[in-house]
């Protein structure tokens, strides 16, 4: 028998470190499994985040007109306006003439002329609430909460606007997400003990002409916010449209959240800036 065929038949052991290297297939799907679970997730929220969190823009000029639009609509509808004429017109509702007026002779709509003073009061196609920039497990978003349950009023004297008040219901604020409502509602603005947000105006907005249909007017407004029983002076811009014998008011407010002693909102997986928006659209009609 020669040397070579001595060893032919002998098996060869790997060597020890080789057998240490190996790893078991299960762990190799453990790992595997683990990871795709981890892209699913990670791709759950991103799609949450940006496609089903679809969350309102910014409220606008072209949002103003459309809450003037509706409320206006509303109130012909509700009043029987007319809506014959032209294809596609709608006829604006007319205040009736009062018993033994003279043909002719000029109706008041409740708006201000001259020196005239006027009251006004919010209607519920006002809208008010939060936005507020969030990142979810990484994932940047914004979280949006608004309500209509807004009682206010205006007061108009002349070319002065001397009086902004409104109210609003903590509690009736609703985002895209019941467990985010239902922080806010709690350990954010503590609702129960603290019900409502106001703002008060407390320095006249001179307008320096008396408001005619149509035209927008943008000035500063300075006032006193109370939120969760905290109230502090703010001044932010506004933009105003009087149209269809109503008033719409737009514009936003920034607030830094340790200001008014508000629980910063961040939770968990979501981690949210110290500041944000007190955004609102108000609608004003004549009070009766």
Not at 5 to 18: G, L, M
Not at 21 to 28: L, M, Q, Y
Request: charged fraction near 15%.
């Amino acid at each position: 028998m020669s040397d070579t065929d001595q060893y032919t038949d002998v098996p060869v052991e790997p060597a020890p470190d080789e057998k240490r290297r190996r790893i078991p297939r299960w762990v190799t799907y453990v790992v595997l499994g683990l990871i795709v679970l981890v892209v699913l997730f990670f791709g759950a929220i991103f799609i949450y985040a940006k496609v089903i969190n679809d969350s309102p823009a910014e409220f606008t000029a072209g949002d103003l007109d459309a809450a003037l639009s509706s409320q206006a609509g509303s109130s012909q509808a509700g009043d029987g306006a007319s809506t014959t004429g032209a294809p596609g017109t709608v006829a604006t509702a007319q205040p009736p003439v009062p018993t033994g007026a003279p043909s002719g002779a000029p109706v008041s709509t409740g708006v201000a002329t001259g020196a005239e003073s006027s009251q006004w009061v919010a209607t519920d196609s006002s809208q008010v609430g939060y936005r507020v920039e969030e990142v979810l497990f990484g994932v940047n978003t914004t979280a949006v909460g608004r309500t209509n349950q807004v009682d206010g009023t205006l007061s108009i004297d002349g070319t002065q606007v001397t009086g902004v008040d409104f109210t609003i219901d903590v509690a009736s604020i609703t985002s895209d997400e019941s467990r985010r409502d239902s922080q806010f509602r709690g350990r954010v603005m503590s609702a129960d003990e603290f019900p409502t947000a106001t703002f008060a105006l407390t320095q006249p907005i001179e307008l320096g002409a008396t408001p005619t249909d149509g035209a927008d007017v943008t000035a500063h407004a300075t006032g006193d916010l109370t939120l969760r029983g905290v109230t502090k002076s703010v001044t932010f811009d506004v933009t105003a449209k009087q149209d269809n014998g109503l008033i719409g008011v737009q514009g936003s407010i920034p607030v830094v959240f340790s200001d008014y002693s508000i629980a910063n909102p961040s939770n968990g997986g979501v981690t949210t800036e110290d500041h944000g928006l007190v955004e609102f659209i108000l609608v004003f009609q004549p009070a009766s």
